[in-house]
């Protein structure tokens, strides 16, 4: 059923794994294991189509305030330093960033790691200059926990009216597809306040 629940996803057909992630959460035949993932993926696509709130102090010691971000399209990027995939995906996040950040787009890293030297130093490594969340709890932290991440990335389209409108998770292993993150942005950003 798991399974289902991201082929689902992976068909952009939110509301048929949030449907199948709560069966399964609710489910008295499926292991804890998986009636955990299932409560937290419901969980996390319970947050499509709703405003998004948050408010902390970056790592660079930028105060963040989602209400004050309204107005611009931000992607939220759940990441930790061990993750490859999430590597994978820094290139064609910078490079989205560098080109529509004029034109009002935001990227807020939410770092999944439990060292902090771990997270600066891909900061470090990969230059980003967008502001991070970091509170060295990990995946089954209060973010994680908070947010429903069962898997990294995890990354959150919110639009100019601070909506959260598209939830996407991985990348494509073929790094000449890429995740098209420019073309989506550039609608969200054509779209009326």
């Not at 057909?13 to 489910?27: G, I, M, N, R, V």
């Not at 950040?101 to 980003?128: C, H, P, Q, Y």
């Not at 089954?140 to 990294?152: A, P, S, V, Y």
Request: with cysteine; proline share 4%.
């Amino acid at each position: 059923m798991f399974e289902a629940v991201q082929l689902y996803a992976q068909a952009r057909d939110f509301k048929q794994a949030t449907a199948l992630s709560d069966e399964l959460a609710k489910s008295t035949n499926a292991p804890a294991e998986l009636r955990a993932r299932g409560e937290r993926t419901a969980t996390r696509y319970g947050f499509l189509g709703k405003p998004f709130d948050l408010k902390f102090t970056s790592t660079d010691g930028r105060g963040i305030d989602f209400e004050k971000l309204r107005g611009k399209v931000v992607l939220i990027d759940f990441w930790a330093s061990w993750c490859g995939p999430c590597r994978r995906a820094f290139p064609e996040i910078k490079e989205t960033y560098a080109q529509l950040t004029a034109n009002g787009f935001e990227v807020i890293g939410v770092n999944l790691d439990e060292k902090e030297d771990a997270m600066r130093k891909v900061l470090t490594e990969f230059d980003m200059k967008y502001p991070t969340r970091f509170d060295g709890q990990g995946m089954n932290g209060t973010m994680g926990q908070r947010f429903g991440i069962t898997g990294i990335p995890s990354m959150w389209l919110v639009d100019k009216k601070g909506v959260v409108r598209d939830i996407r998770e991985g990348v494509p292993r073929d790094p000449t597809v890429g995740m098209k993150l420019k073309e989506q942005v550039t609608s969200l950003l054509e779209e009326k306040n």
